[in-house]
């Protein structure tokens, strides 16, 4: 087969954005690993994903919707939303944009015929796993109506998940993500190089005085005074981006403090690849958190878009990473066959909320045309087709990227 050039479009790629130099190692060492198979390749090379698109094909008849750009079978998850309560959903936002319905059915079903393939399932079960899920989401957009997976409403496959989620409590994240001092009662944030690192002394003043600022903005200003900052070590597309773990008053010291997320917003790398007209968003964390809110039905918590200088960031409360159910992970699928299908059909229920949510905003189709479109047959063939010929691509660019060192 002919050299795609693998190699130099992902160093081109990652080099292009503000990244941590060690951190970017750590990114295509974990995208080598023989262990993971290609599905962490897969996940950090969105942008590979979407050069690749025919767009001009049958892609681009789709009607458009609000996306989140990045969706794949570990990008839904479980969080604390505003009102306090826990809600299964979509949880990355980094790239979404307005852009046909097809681009993310077609990269959620080549994630599942990835992460399949990295535990040997059978094609056939593959297969049967993404029908599941396209069946599950044209059922929840012929309905018209936009639910919520929370603990009132979500079935045995989920509610578990965010029943687990609910024991994990906040002293129990400030205890994995901080040390305290017993002598004055006073928390800082755990330096382990595998969640955290140190910064340097002008990025410390730079979200010090970004954060008395913001503080100044609210009606409770102590809640959010910062009381130490570090650069947050998580994900896999993102890592090495500028992100910050801030550690904050909250209710009181030491057990009231609460933990907050701020990363550095980018534009989206499907931005290049589409044609449609977008809105003009004040930043593009604006875009992000704007969209965000339109997909979710309740948005996680303390989430805003917020301007750096130059830059712009989303903050957001920090979530657990205790609990193995903060995002799905992949698993041996054909072990548990109805589990998985169940698991299916909550996907597609929630992709089809999210399309239904924010339907009639922008330029986005409304909900008539959307059902008209789920209920016409060739699309769904041809969208599977190329996920599954497109997800033997995936692995053949992991194996050329493994041979580069």
């Not at 980094?94 to 079903?109: F, M, N, Q, S």
């Not at 917020?306 to 657990?320: C, E």
């Amino acid at each position: 087969m002919a050299n795609r050039n693998i190699c130099d479009r992902i160093y081109q790629f990652n080099l292009s954005q503000p990244r941590d130099p060690d951190l970017l190692k750590a990114k295509y060492g974990y995208m080598r690993e023989e262990k993971e198979n290609p599905f962490v390749f897969f996940r950090s090379t969105c942008h590979l994903f979407y050069e690749d698109l025919p767009i001009k094909s049958w892609l681009k008849k789709a009607p458009l919707v609000w996306i989140c750009g990045d969706l794949h079978v570990e990008n839904f998850g479980n969080y604390k939303a505003d009102n306090r309560h826990v809600y299964f959903d979509i949880n990355d936002f980094d790239e979404a944009v307005l852009a046909p319905c097809t681009w993310e059915i077609a990269r959620l079903l080549t994630s599942i015929f990835v992460s399949t393939e990295t535990y040997s399932v059978e094609l056939q079960i593959a297969e049967k796993l993404c029908q599941k899920f396209l069946n599950s989401y044209i059922q929840t957009i012929s309905k018209g109506k936009a639910y919520w997976m929370g603990e009132d409403m979500a079935p045995p496959v989920i509610e578990d998940l965010l029943a687990r989620k609910n024991q994990v409590k906040r002293r129990e994240l400030l205890e994995e993500r901080t040390v305290l001092d017993k002598e004055t009662q006073k928390r800082s944030l755990k330096i382990d190089f595998k969640k955290a690192k140190p910064i340097s002394d002008l990025q410390r003043q730079k979200v010090t005085s970004f954060m008395e600022v913001f503080a100044s903005k609210h009606p409770n200003p102590k809640f959010f005074k910062l009381l130490d900052v570090a650069q947050r070590i998580a994900g896999k597309g993102s890592l090495g981006l500028e992100r910050y773990v801030l550690l904050v008053e909250g209710k009181g010291s030491p057990d009231g403090n609460y933990l907050l997320d701020l990363k550095r917003a980018l534009p989206s790398s499907l931005a290049v690849h589409n044609v449609w007209a977008q809105p003009t968003w004040e930043s593009e964390s604006d875009r992000i958190v704007s969209i965000q809110k339109r997909l979710q039905a309740i948005p996680i918590a303390f989430l805003h878009s917020v301007t750096i200088g130059k830059d712009s960031f989303v903050l957001r409360g920090l979530q657990s990473t205790q609990s193995p159910t903060d995002h799905l992970k992949i698993e041996k699928w054909d072990d548990k066959l109805p589990h998985s299908e169940m698991l299916m059909q909550s996907l597609g229920q929630v992709v089809a909320w999210s399309h239904l949510r924010s339907s009639g905003r922008q330029g986005s189709t409304i909900i008539d045309q959307l059902i008209d479109f789920a209920s016409k047959s060739k699309w769904k063939t041809e969208v599977m087709e190329y996920a599954k010929v497109y997800s033997q691509q995936v692995k053949l660019d992991w194996k050329e990227f493994c041979q580069y060192l």
